[in-house]
Structure formats: structure tokens, C-alpha cells
């Protein structure tokens, strides 16, 4: 009933900047969460950013803190993710994430999102 779709991945220097997009589609009961991971080979998936589309809190990762921003369009029913200053360890497929809410909280963990979209593969080079 729920499907993602990522686009905007691509390959650039350090320092360059892209904006991916999640196309979802379905429905979701009461509030729910989305997320951004991203998994490099021979790493473990790790969490980006999350929102919570009932009160619209963000989190970002450590890592991305300051660099990147996430948004979204209600009306398309879009999230983005605009990642500036872009690094080599940013190298990374990234993932669109999706999953109903319980309360107030969104999951930092991948296990915890039963919706995922096919990954677009960013690629950073120096």
C-alpha cells in the first residue's frame, strides 16, 4: 500500500551539493515517520535524518549535522534531503524510509521502518 521512490543521487566533487527526493505513495494511519539512511558497502545501514510529519520535528545524524537539511511538501507528499558541503565519507546509497507512529517518537534505526524505496546512489569524489 506504501511505496517510495528516490531520485536525485549522482556523482560530485567535495564540496559540491545534490538534492534527493522521496516520491511516496499510499497511506498511513494517524501520524507517521520518515527517514533517510544510507548504506556504503561493507557498512552497516546508519540513519541520516528523520521527521515526524505529525509535528514536523527533525534529528540529524551527528555526521550530516549542519550540512544537511531535510523538508517536505505536504501537498506532493515529498521529502527531500539537501546535502551541502559534501564529503568522500558521504559516498553512500541513500534510502528513503517509511513508518506508522505509535506516539510522538521516530525510530533512529532501520529495523524499525517496514517501508523502503530502491536507494539512489550518491557518490562524492575528491
Known amino acids: 500500500q506504501v511505496q517510495l521512490v528516490e531520485s536525485g543521487g549522482g556523482s560530485v566533487q567535495t564540496g559540491g551539493a545534490l538534492r534527493l527526493s522521496c516520491a511516496a505513495s499510499g497511506t498511513f494511519y494517524g501520524w507517521y515517520c520518515m527517514a533517510w539512511f544510507r548504506q556504503a558497502p561493507g557498512k552497516a545501514r546508519e540513519r541520516v535524518a528523520r521527521i515526524n510529519t505529525g509535528n514536523s520535528l527533525t534529528e540529524y545524524a551527528d555526521s550530516v549535522k549542519g550540512r544537511f537539511t531535510m523538508s517536505r511538501d505536504k501537498a506532493k507528499n515529498v521529502l527531500y534531503l539537501e546535502m551541502m558541503s559534501l564529503k568522500t565519507e558521504d559516498t553512500a546509497i541513500y534510502y528513503c524510509?517509511?513508518?506508522?507512529?505509535?506516539?510522538?517518537?521516530?525510530?533512529?534505526?532501520?529495523?524499525?521502518?517496514?517501508?523502503w524505496g530502491q536507494g539512489t546512489q550518491v557518490t562524492v569524489s575528491s
Open positions: 524510509a517509511a513508518t506508522e507512529v505509535g506516539g510522538t517518537d521516530c525510530s533512529l534505526y532501520p529495523t524499525d521502518y517496514p517501508y
